[in-house]
């Protein structure tokens, strides 16, 4: 799991929520899905925001730290 404070920890913990389990159970971990070392060097020097796919999700995050998630059409 991720450190709090993290651009990784916010979705882990959003996504968490959403599906009523604990951060430590969200499978598959994140970094399956996306590069999590450069989702966390995108913001540090910028703004603006990043969407992508991660289980049944759309998730976008913001450089203001916001995380929202949107059932994933398929």
């Given at each position: 799991?991720?450190?709090?404070?993290?651009?990784?920890?916010?979705?882990?913990?959003?996504?968490?929520?959403?599906?009523?389990?604990?951060?430590?159970?969200v499978?598959?971990?994140?970094?399956?899905?996306?590069?999590?070392?450069?989702?966390?060097?995108?913001?540090?020097?910028?703004?603006?925001?990043?969407?992508?796919?991660?289980?049944?999700?759309v998730?976008?995050?913001?450089?203001?730290?916001?995380?929202?998630?949107?059932?994933?059409?398929?």
């Amino acid at each position: 799991m991720a450190d709090e404070g993290t651009v990784t920890h916010a979705v882990v913990s959003a996504v968490a929520r959403a599906e009523g389990v604990d951060p430590t159970d969200v499978e598959p971990p994140l970094s399956k899905s996306v590069d999590t070392e450069a989702l966390e060097r995108l913001f540090r020097d910028t703004r603006g925001h990043v969407t992508f796919e991660y289980k049944e999700y759309v998730v976008t995050v913001s450089s203001d730290g916001d995380v929202a998630l949107e059932p994933l059409v398929t």
